[in-house]
């Protein structure tokens, strides 16, 4: 047998080997998931108080007849979401940017960035949309936005923006500052350099965080309803008061997983460049 033979023999048998690990492997994880599954399945289904619950929570009836409703008003919350989201972008950048400046002119404006991030930052979002929800209108001013909805989006916009705008200036801060030098000496301006070259680096690496912050954004959407927005969450709330039963609860939180069950893979993809689920 010649030696180009033998190292293909080599090859092929530890390919082989390497397949029946992967099988083995999959094996176990998946009696091991089975076995743990249907234990948890069975602890349940067993449990005493299993009727009440299933009831009270798994009604299909109240499912089907509330969740028309629930489903409707969802699409107000991903309206929300959107707009709230576009606004955090622009928002978060601008304040980074200011942030990262070293202009000495720009020292005050710079010193309200820096009390902008720790004040919003630091309220509780749910304060923060009282705050905004009932304080702007108790003011009386002409002019004000009184309008439920626009009052929590403000509110979410404020709070997420002092958290992305901190995303933002990490990934500036990250790009070495030979990469501004080199910009600076094929002839582009600051703002050239800024702009074609620190920016888009910055952004690439910061995605990840960055759509970690979009999905607690999907779900805090939701805290509008104090203010009585009739969104996916109260519309489930109503359901539930007027029936005594929490299966319309169900129902909005399978719908806020539809949304960021796929979000929280593409931040996997994102993070580690797996092609498939990361556990």
């Given amino acids: ?9 080599r090859r092929a048998a530890r390919g082989a ?55 409707s008003a969802f699409w107000l919350d991903i309206k ?28 005050p404006v710079r010193l309200l960035a820096v009390v902008f991030v720790d004040l919003f930052r630091g ?9 905004v929800g009932f304080g702007i209108p108790a003011l009386e001013l002409s002019g004000l936005p ?9 509110a979410l916009t404020l709070s997420y923006g ?7 200036r990490a990934g500036i801060a990250s790009v070495h500052r030979s990469q501004r030098d080199a910009a600076l000496a094929v002839g582009l301006t600051e703002g ?8 888009p680096q910055a952004v690439r690496r910061v995605g990840p965080p960055l759509l970690n912050d979009f999905i607690a954004l999907q779900k805090d959407v939701a805290l ?11 519309q489930a709330q109503i359901f539930a008061s007027s029936t005594f039963n929490y299966t319309p609860l169900l129902g909005a939180a399978l719908l806020y997983l539809c949304v960021t069950v796929p979000l929280a893979r593409m931040l996997d993809r994102l993070g580690t460049g797996a092609s498939g689920l990361t556990v």
């Fill in 1 to 9: 047998m010649s030696g180009s033979e033998a190292t293909l023999d």
């Fill in 17 to 71: 080997a390497k397949r029946r690990r992967a099988r083995r492997g999959q094996a176990i994880a998946a009696i091991s998931s089975v076995v743990v599954l249907g234990g948890l399945a069975a602890l349940i289904l067993t449990s005493p108080g299993w009727p009440d619950v299933r009831d009270t929570f798994f009604s299909w009836s109240a499912f089907k007849d509330s969740f028309p409703d629930v489903l």
């Fill in 80 to 107: 929300l979401f959107v707009t709230v989201e576009i606004a955090v972008l622009i928002l978060g950048l601008l304040v980074a940017l200011v942030r990262t400046s070293a202009t000495a002119a720009l020292f």
């Fill in 123 to 131: 309220i509780p979002t749910i304060l923060l949309v009282y705050l």
């Fill in 146 to 154: 009184t309008d439920p909805l626009v009052l929590g989006g403000i």
């Fill in 162 to 168: 002092a958290y992305v705008a901190e995303v933002y």
């Fill in 192 to 199: 050239q350099a800024l702009r074609h070259v620190i920016l």
């Fill in 224 to 234: 509008v309803s104090i203010l009585g927005v009739v969104e996916a969450f109260r």
